[in-house]
């Protein structure tokens, strides 16, 4: 398999922290785990002790080779090797239900339950998935890779277990990050509470990404109450062990016997080293490689990826330029700084910067509270994760038409994280929020004008959304909440949104080839609509609106009913809106899920002539 074969770039691993057990007189033969590709729980649960320091190196080289091939998920499964390792050994998966919170942590779990030998299509188009997925393995139980919810899974998995009278465990691995969501409080009252039968599992590193925001998490920190999370996990009723050594396998599975013994929940609080064992991930004082594209295996330094750049830069820097003139400018995040361009602004400006954790709801509700109080907060954030703070967003922001700006991250299909992390709903979602402006950029010098526009907007919220797509660099830039028009024509008319502009731009190139003049709108205000631009629409034929989301109650559909409301004489252009069916995506290129979608210039025009020829519009 190529993903094996290191070659001359051999990764940086450190040594003292391959080797387990310490016993440098007799070292054990590698060969009796017959190598990363041969292994099953099974197989696993009968090695020797001895082996198994052999295999936990092997395991980090493979991750590191692997890893650094297809890009993916590396400071957290570097540091759960052991703890993969003691918990197939010391349970019976699948009859015992181990639950990985998030599940971005799995691949050690992948490889000793068979799968090592796919990871060369790790978060492929039809390849591994970057997460636990129950159509790979009996041994993954669910598919939704937002955090904070295998502790509610294992409630309910537990309750189901003690209904039906069966007697097998139900695990939940959960990150000290993960522990930070709501979610996860709610179902650890209820564990306590009912005494629910749950050994939970807190993977303690310290950090999320960035060092986790929270009293509970003592990997690595003196400064903490050693005896908090003691004291917290008993007030709700739930056991407390540890901390234990996540590395030492030997305390690692002489803890997890004793807590199997505990006749209700406990909680196994284990300490264990994000990035261990690979220098350029425990070096790596951001994120400790906590995710990462190919990169060479030698330096941990990521390919080149060419002279683009993306909308997240474009954001990053317009913030910190605007923060030097609005002092009132907060920036949010939920445990993501620098995957959302906060980077820099949290280094100007630590004071009037807030990670809450991995939070969302709380986060939105608490940049209520901020602009409650007077300033103005811009919650950077993810589309699928906004998913979660819906509630805080339309009530708690919209229904005080107060003046928080969300700027939402990877927005439309992100592809290779799978469907639960594609931003598919925002559009369908903010446009129905009464008093809310939602703008689109389509090109990197968009970013700056826009947040410009955002912050001089007082009386209500703003939302600006953006793809995980590189950004296009364009001359030339709209302003305020108007549409821009990019091509003018008479046959049919494009409005297109944010990126999706540029497949728009491609279609009426191909359609000029062909004869056929194509008018094209970069719509840039999905809510509110430019009646400028509607007013134009009106004088084609046909019309298409393009946008990367779902298309039920998309901005199609509110262009299409702001149109049919007009009162024009003559008869209506046919208008056909083109976005995403209500569908989970399976993980792939995000442009080759939009293309197998027809959203495409290509596609496009063809569409377009479609539409064009009976109609004699040309
Ligand atoms: C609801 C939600 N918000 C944000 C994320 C993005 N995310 C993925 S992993 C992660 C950090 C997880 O930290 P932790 O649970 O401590 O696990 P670790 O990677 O440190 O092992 C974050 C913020 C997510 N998956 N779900």
Same mark, same amino acid.
């Given at each position: 398999m190529a993903a094996l074969d290191i070659g001359t770039s051999a990764p940086r691993l450190r040594s003292d922290a391959l080797a387990w057990p310490a016993d440098e007189t007799n070292p054990p033969e590698c060969g009796e785990t017959a190598s990363v590709l041969g292994l099953s729980p099974g197989r696993v649960r009968a +090695?020797?002790?001895?082996a198994l320091g052999p295999l936990a190196a092997e395991i980090r080289s493979f991750l590191v080779s692997a890893v650094s091939e297809? /890009? /993916? $998920?590396l400071g957290s499964n570097l540091g759960v090797v052991e703890l993969t390792l003691a918990l197939h050994r010391s349970f019976e998966s699948p009859r015992d239900r181990i639950l990985w919170d998030t599940g971005h942590q799995t691949y050690v779990h992948k490889i000793l339950t068979g799968? =090592?030998?796919?990871? $060369?299509? +790790?978060?492929? =188009?039809?390849? +591994?998935?970057g997460y636990t997925n129950r159509g790979e393995s009996? $041994?993954? +139980?669910?598919?939704?890779? $937002? =955090?904070?919810?295998a502790l509610s899974y294992a409630y309910g998995l537990a309750r189901a277990r003690d209904l039906a009278q069966a007697t097998h465990h139900v695990v939940a691995v959960i990150g000290d990050g993960a522990l930070t969501g709501g979610l996860s409080y709610e179902a650890l009252s209820n564990i306590g509470a009912h005494s629910t039968r749950v050994i939970i599992v807190l993977n303690d590193n310290g950090r999320s990404y960035a060092p986790t925001v929270s009293s509970l998490t003592t990997a690595?920190?003196?400064?903490?109450?050693?005896d908090a999370p003691a004291d917290f996990f008993g007030a709700l009723g739930i056991a407390y062990e540890g901390p234990v050594d996540g590395h030492d396998l030997a305390e690692l599975e002489a803890a997890l016997a004793r807590v199997v013994e505990n006749p209700g929940p406990v909680v196994l609080h284990v300490h264990t080293e994000k990035g261990r064992g690979y220098l350029p991930a425990e070096d790596d004082d951001e994120k400790r490689l906590h995710d990462i594209g190919p990169f060479d295996p030698a330096t941990g330094v990521a390919r080149a990826r060419g002279a683009t750049a993306s909308f997240t830069e474009a954001f990053g820097a317009a913030l910190v330029r605007e923060a030097a003139n609005h002092p009132e400018l907060m920036a949010i995040t939920a445990a993501m700084p620098g995957s959302c361009g906060l980077i820099e602004f949290s280094r100007r400006y630590p004071e009037r910067f807030?990670?809450?954790?991995?939070a969302e709801q709380h986060a939105v509700a608490a940049a209520a509270g901020l602009a409650m109080g007077g300033f103005r907060p811009v919650v950077a954030i993810y589309s699928t994760f906004l998913n979660r703070a819906w509630d805080q967003l339309y009530y708690d922001v919209g229904l005080h038409g107060l003046p928080v700006i969300f700027c939402i991250d990877r927005a439309g299909i992100t592809g290779d994280d799978g469907p639960s992390h594609n931003g598919v709903m925002d559009l369908a979602l903010l446009t129905k929020v009464p008093g809310m402006t939602v703008l689109a950029p389509s090109s990197y010098e968009e970013i700056p004008v826009m947040l410009a526009q955002a912050i001089s907007m007082t009386s209500g919220p703003v939302a600006l959304r953006w793809p995980k797509t590189e950004a296009r660099h364009s001359s030339a830039t709209g302003e305020g909440l108007s549409a821009r028009q990019v091509h003018v024509g008479r046959h049919v008319c494009f409005l297109g949104l944010g990126k999706m502009v540029g497949a728009c731009e491609s279609a009426a190139e191909e359609l000029a080839r062909r004869g056929v003049e194509a008018t094209v709108w970069d719509i840039r205000a999905a809510s509110p609509l430019d009646p400028v631009m509607l007013c134009d629409a009106l004088r084609h034929q046909v019309v298409i609106t393009v946008e990367d989301g779902v298309v039920a109650g998309g901005v199609g559909s509110s262009i299409e009913r702001a149109l049919r409301a007009t009162v024009v004489p003559g008869p209506l252009p046919v208008i056909v809106s083109c976005g995403l069916p209500l569908a989970y995506f399976p993980q792939g290129r995000a442009d080759e899920i939009l293309a197998s979608l027809g959203l495409d210039g290509p596609q496009l025009a063809q569409k377009a002539l479609a539409l064009c020829a009976p109609r004699g519009a040309f």
């Amino acid at each position: 398999m190529a993903a094996l074969d290191i070659g001359t770039s051999a990764p940086r691993l450190r040594s003292d922290a391959l080797a387990w057990p310490a016993d440098e007189t007799n070292p054990p033969e590698c060969g009796e785990t017959a190598s990363v590709l041969g292994l099953s729980p099974g197989r696993v649960r009968a +090695l020797s002790v001895q082996a198994l320091g052999p295999l936990a190196a092997e395991i980090r080289s493979f991750l590191v080779s692997a890893v650094s091939e297809t /890009g /993916g $998920h590396l400071g957290s499964n570097l540091g759960v090797v052991e703890l993969t390792l003691a918990l197939h050994r010391s349970f019976e998966s699948p009859r015992d239900r181990i639950l990985w919170d998030t599940g971005h942590q799995t691949y050690v779990h992948k490889i000793l339950t068979g799968r =090592a030998r796919e990871f $060369h299509t +790790l978060r492929r =188009a039809k390849g +591994l998935s970057g997460y636990t997925n129950r159509g790979e393995s009996p $041994h993954d +139980l669910v598919e939704n890779s $937002h =955090a904070s919810t295998a502790l509610s899974y294992a409630y309910g998995l537990a309750r189901a277990r003690d209904l039906a009278q069966a007697t097998h465990h139900v695990v939940a691995v959960i990150g000290d990050g993960a522990l930070t969501g709501g979610l996860s409080y709610e179902a650890l009252s209820n564990i306590g509470a009912h005494s629910t039968r749950v050994i939970i599992v807190l993977n303690d590193n310290g950090r999320s990404y960035a060092p986790t925001v929270s009293s509970l998490t003592t990997a690595a920190r003196p400064d903490m109450d050693a005896d908090a999370p003691a004291d917290f996990f008993g007030a709700l009723g739930i056991a407390y062990e540890g901390p234990v050594d996540g590395h030492d396998l030997a305390e690692l599975e002489a803890a997890l016997a004793r807590v199997v013994e505990n006749p209700g929940p406990v909680v196994l609080h284990v300490h264990t080293e994000k990035g261990r064992g690979y220098l350029p991930a425990e070096d790596d004082d951001e994120k400790r490689l906590h995710d990462i594209g190919p990169f060479d295996p030698a330096t941990g330094v990521a390919r080149a990826r060419g002279a683009t750049a993306s909308f997240t830069e474009a954001f990053g820097a317009a913030l910190v330029r605007e923060a030097a003139n609005h002092p009132e400018l907060m920036a949010i995040t939920a445990a993501m700084p620098g995957s959302c361009g906060l980077i820099e602004f949290s280094r100007r400006y630590p004071e009037r910067f807030i990670d809450v954790g991995i939070a969302e709801q709380h986060a939105v509700a608490a940049a209520a509270g901020l602009a409650m109080g007077g300033f103005r907060p811009v919650v950077a954030i993810y589309s699928t994760f906004l998913n979660r703070a819906w509630d805080q967003l339309y009530y708690d922001v919209g229904l005080h038409g107060l003046p928080v700006i969300f700027c939402i991250d990877r927005a439309g299909i992100t592809g290779d994280d799978g469907p639960s992390h594609n931003g598919v709903m925002d559009l369908a979602l903010l446009t129905k929020v009464p008093g809310m402006t939602v703008l689109a950029p389509s090109s990197y010098e968009e970013i700056p004008v826009m947040l410009a526009q955002a912050i001089s907007m007082t009386s209500g919220p703003v939302a600006l959304r953006w793809p995980k797509t590189e950004a296009r660099h364009s001359s030339a830039t709209g302003e305020g909440l108007s549409a821009r028009q990019v091509h003018v024509g008479r046959h049919v008319c494009f409005l297109g949104l944010g990126k999706m502009v540029g497949a728009c731009e491609s279609a009426a190139e191909e359609l000029a080839r062909r004869g056929v003049e194509a008018t094209v709108w970069d719509i840039r205000a999905a809510s509110p609509l430019d009646p400028v631009m509607l007013c134009d629409a009106l004088r084609h034929q046909v019309v298409i609106t393009v946008e990367d989301g779902v298309v039920a109650g998309g901005v199609g559909s509110s262009i299409e009913r702001a149109l049919r409301a007009t009162v024009v004489p003559g008869p209506l252009p046919v208008i056909v809106s083109c976005g995403l069916p209500l569908a989970y995506f399976p993980q792939g290129r995000a442009d080759e899920i939009l293309a197998s979608l027809g959203l495409d210039g290509p596609q496009l025009a063809q569409k377009a002539l479609a539409l064009c020829a009976p109609r004699g519009a040309f």
